[in-house]
């Protein structure tokens, strides 16, 4: 999440995709140090026994490629950076039997790509594991630094700790034979902070992934309790209102000018619209006078005017977050109704962006959460409930969740992700690694998971 002030003084937010919003304020709670010392003997096999067992004992070597992954900078426009960062776990994913490749962008786009890495089986469920490995820091100067077990550093909570506790998980798995026969699918995304465009190009190898999956984990921020298996979509709408220009005195006779208009249609918005908890709109930049320019990113608005003028001009730029596409159409709908009712001697004209789609509940996902929390109290670490999907922003895990059954936040606890203290408790990766490990065998080895909704 950035700041940006306008020349106006406007006040811009931009959310990059994996930022939680609705947090509570101040600290995250952190999990317990290690799961209580011996969970109940007959909730995990043997072999799940040996696969937490060596998930522990290679904690020393994930920090280890945890501090290798965050001092390579890799901020989303690095391109570099990102690539070093994809050949480091290239070599990890290669050890452990999935061919790799590079998903290359054009050089248009000013992103690195993705790591796309398979194995190929037919034995249970084919699994999907959604990783970034780009940072929202630009730039040098965050590197890793221990103190106990809390480590600092940009990417060492988001997510760079939660792509070293998929291949912990992965490492595990394979050492303990449970990947023989597996279907499995790793996409690392290069440009999850600060998605490249067009975004069907840039998402197209993770949805191609997800067409020959069935189930997708993403390795977000996690937390001892929670899991996300419903967010919302996110999209941006643009108002263009005029109106026409002359003396103020005649404001109330001679038509009522852009910025009335804008104001309309806002509050009408606003008053007509607002109630449900799972839609927001959210107009995040207005600008309106006798001239409104853009800046080439877009995200500056400058405006210039008179008192004396009834403004011929107004701009909005706003997002609108929805739990279902259904839900997404039916409130376009209403609120091109609301533009279409101007004051006088106003025009104004509202249009749409497509950007995140929603991921909304299935029975499926609950099956998959339900599943989640077994493995975790199984595992000593207690229940798992779902997050309220407005409380989650969007992610990657979104554009696959029309394909197949997905879940986030299986990666690492931390603090001050996109700011420059972010952090993460080290011994969140042996939680996060030991229950995606033990959930991945279940998925694989266990009895099926009721099949995917189409
Ligand atoms: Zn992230």
Not at 119 to 130: C, S
Not at 414 to 430: A, C, K, Q, T, Y
Request: hydrophobic residues 40%.
């Amino acid at each position: 999440m950035r700041l940006l002030s306008g020349a106006l003084g406007a006040t811009v937010l931009l959310l990059s995709a994996c930022q939680r919003i609705g947090a509570p304020a101040g600290p995250v709670p952190l999990p317990a140090t290690t799961p209580d010392a011996a969970p109940a003997p007959a909730s995990l096999s043997a072999r799940e026994g040996a696969i937490r067992d060596y998930v522990r004992a290679h904690h020393h070597d994930d920090v280890t490629l945890l501090e290798k992954a965050v001092n390579i900078s890799s901020g989303s426009q690095n391109t570099a950076g990102v690539r070093r960062v994809g050949d480091l776990f290239t070599q990890e994913l290669t050890a452990l039997g999935f061919t790799v490749r590079w998903a290359e962008m054009p050089a248009s786009m000013r992103r690195a790509g993705h790591l796309v890495a398979e194995r190929r089986g037919t034995k249970g469920a084919r699994l999907l594991l959604i990783g970034h490995l780009d940072t929202v820091f630009e730039g040098e100067g965050q590197r890793f630094v221990r103190e106990d077990t809390i480590a600092r550093g940009a990417g060492t909570s988001d997510m760079k700790g939660g792509d070293v506790a998929m291949i912990a998980a992965l490492r595990a798995l394979n050492a303990t034979g449970a990947l023989e026969g597996s279907q499995i699918i790793v996409v690392m995304t290069g440009d999850e902070e600060s998605a490249g465009s067009p975004l069907e190009l840039a998402r197209k190898d993770l949805i191609d992934a997800a067409r020959r999956s069935d189930i997708a984990l993403a390795f977000e921020g996690g937390r001892a309790a929670r899991a996300s298996i419903s967010r919302r979509g996110s999209s941006g709408w643009t108002l263009n209102v005029t109106g026409r220009q002359a003396h103020s005195a005649g404001v109330f006779t001679n038509g009522y000018g852009a910025v009335y208009e804008m104001a309309r249609i806002l509050d009408t918005f606003r008053r007509e619209l607002a109630g449900d908890p799972t839609l927001t709109f959210n107009p995040g930049v207005v600008a309106g006078g006798t001239t409104v320019q853009r800046d080439s990113s877009g995200t500056a608005l400058v405006a210039a005017g008179k008192t004396n003028i009834i403004s011929p001009t107004a701009v909005v730029q706003g997002d609108l977050r929805f739990l279902r596409e259904s839900q997404k159409d039916s409130t376009r709908a209403r609120m091109r109704a609301i533009v279409a009712q101007h004051l006088p001697g106003t025009e104004a004209e509202i249009t749409f962006r497509d950007s995140y789609p929603a991921m909304p509940p299935t029975t499926a996902g609950a099956e998959l959460l339900a599943r989640f929390d077994a493995v975790s109290r199984a595992l000593g670490y207690g229940p798992v409930e779902g997050d309220p999907p407005e409380s989650r922003g969007a992610g990657d895990v979104s554009f696959v969740a029309p394909y197949l059954t997905g879940m986030d936040g299986l990666g690492v606890s931390g603090r001050g992700s996109h700011s420059p203290d972010e952090s993460v408790n080290l011994n969140s990766l042996i939680m996060a690694g030991e229950r995606a490990a033990v959930l991945m065998d279940r998925l694989i080895n266990g009895p099926v998971l009721e099949r995917p909704r189409p």
